[in-house]
């Protein structure tokens, strides 16, 4: 059978490494896929390079539209980012009738409605391991491993960045800008870090994970995300000494226990500070810094390394654990996509793997749910007056809000100092709820600095 044709626009760190991975493998990705994949086309504004990695094997131009243009190739592989000139090049691609593999979450969990829905109607395939946690399978994993779940929560490590930078905080005790120049240095972070030390890389993901866990389109605008800029290096040794690790997670969840409110009815009666929530559920898409305990597995990933881990009702908790960047272990998910789209090109549209899992007409409408319904537990750190009544004042505030208490530790004052370190570990509660005893705590007059909140997840 002839060769099915690839064309790659961009062969920078990833088309390298897929142009690699596939000449090297070439015979055994043969013998799954059915037939060659070859890649002969490659577009990439440097040329030079291009040529440089590829030799004579493929014809190399500088102008993307060239290889969509081109009625040889099968296949268009997007590997240039972002939303711009990349998004206008995937739906040209898929205009011109070629299924599109992309390494690219931003554009996906911004523009994945349409883009889908483009290639659903030209009877194409998108195909985008790459686009999450790099090497790991987990939109396989999502997709089909675990099909016959409903699944209820999945949380991950899924910025290799960020995770390097808080390990290095942990391990050496730095703070976060030494860390990151640490990590600047050392190549893991980019010399604009805002994507990930923001959090939005990780959201985007988080995104795309959402959607394909629970059947819902990808929307990144309604996610929540923080990064880890703020945090200080002493909330990592107390997390520790209460035996938790403090990780970037990306969380999305499903909740089932929204009850209306009496006299109200669907998600406008929603109520952030109340925590009361209309409609049947909804679903909970967050990244941020994450207390985790020292004994599950993800918070023991250290340094780049990505993990995600899936909760379904049938087979509990999966982990998924391996490298979320870099040429070839990207490079495998992206030749993975290429091996599915050989195998399944020829099938009836209606009878492949749905791009979101669920059918197209199977969607559904949940909610992702205002951050001040979310439910978690919390880690405080309060600078107080170390005198009589505060912390019963404190706690007060809590009981009042209806917050329980899970620990608290108190530093222990220096010789003659007024003021200590107040850690208290709360139980599950909607967030809005903790924003209102926040607001109340903070105008204490003997809390003398801002408080310090950081979500907490058992992961049990
Ligand atoms: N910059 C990402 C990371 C990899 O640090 O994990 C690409 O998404």
């Known amino acids: 059978m002839k060769p099915i044709q690839v064309g790659l626009l961009g062969i920078g760190t990833v088309g390298s490494g897929t142009f690699k991975v596939l000449q090297r493998n070439q015979e055994e990705i043969r013998r799954r896929a059915g037939r060659e994949i070859r890649i002969s086309m490659v577009a990439d504004l440097d040329t030079a390079r291009a040529r440089s990695v590829v030799g004579g094997a493929a014809e190399v131009v500088s102008d993307a539209r060239a290889v969509i243009a081109n009625p040889e190739i099968d296949i268009v592989v997007e590997l240039i980012g972002g939303y711009g000139i990349a998004k206008a090049l995937v739906l040209e691609a898929i205009a011109a009738g070629k299924h599109v593999v ?5 554009l996906l969990a911004v523009h994945g409605s349409e883009i889908f829905a483009a290639a659903s109607a030209k009877g194409v395939i998108v195909a985008f391991e790459a686009a999450v946690a790099g090497g790991i399978p987990i939109i396989k994993a999502l997709r089909e491993g675990l099909t016959a779940n409903r699944i209820e929560w999945v949380a991950g490590i899924i910025n290799g960045t960020t995770n390097f930078i808080l ?33 939005i890389d990780a959201a985007h993901k988080a995104t795309i994970m959402s959607a394909i866990a629970f059947g819902i389109p990808v929307q990144f605008a309604k996610a929540h995300v923080e990064g880890i ?25 499903r909740r089932d226990d929204l009850k209306p409110a009496a006299g109200e009815s669907g998600a406008s009666g929603r ?7 209309g409609g049947a559920g909804g679903i909970e898409l967050r990244v941020h810094p994450t207390l985790v305990p020292t004994q599950r597995l993800i918070a023991n990933v250290e340094g780049a390394m990505n993990a995600v881990v899936v909760h379904g009702d049938a087979v ?13 272990p990207t490079a495998s998910a992206v030749v993975a996509d290429l091996v599915d789209i050989t195998r399944l ?18 969607m559904a409408d949940t909610p992702i749910l205002p951050i001040a319904d979310v ?29 329980s208490i899970d620990a608290v530790l108190q530093r222990e004052s220096a010789e003659g100092e007024n003021q200590t370190d107040l850690i208290i570990l709360t139980h599950d509660t909607v967030e809005g709820r903790m924003n209102q005893a926040l607001a109340q705590m903070q105008a204490l007059p003997t809390v003398l600095a801002p408080i310090v909140r950081i979500r907490k997840e058992e992961l049990s």
């Not at 992309?102 to 931003?106: E, L, M, Q, R, S």
């Open 102 to 106: 992309t390494a690219n979450k931003a």
């Open 167 to 199: 390990s290095e905080m942990r391990a050496k005790g730095l703070d976060f800008a030494a860390a990151l120049k640490q990590a600047q240095a050392l190549g893991y972070a980019e010399a604009d870090p805002t994507f990930d030390i923001e959090g």
């Open 229 to 253: 800029t703020a945090l200080q290096a002493a909330d990592i040794r107390y997390a520790e000494q209460l035996g938790y690790r403090i990780k970037l997670l990306g969380i999305t969840k």
């Open 271 to 277: 109520s952030g500070a109340s925590g009361a929530s």
């Open 316 to 328: 509990g908790t999966t982990l998924y654990y391996g490298k979320g960047a870099g040429s070839e």
């Open 345 to 362: 090109h020829t099938a009836d549209p209606d009878h492949r793997v749905p791009h979101l899992a669920f059918q197209p007409g199977s």
């Open 375 to 403: 439910v978690t537990a919390f880690y405080l750190r309060l600078v107080v007056a170390d005198k009589a009544g505060v912390l019963a004042r404190i706690t007060g505030i809590l009981a009042d809000n209806d917050i």
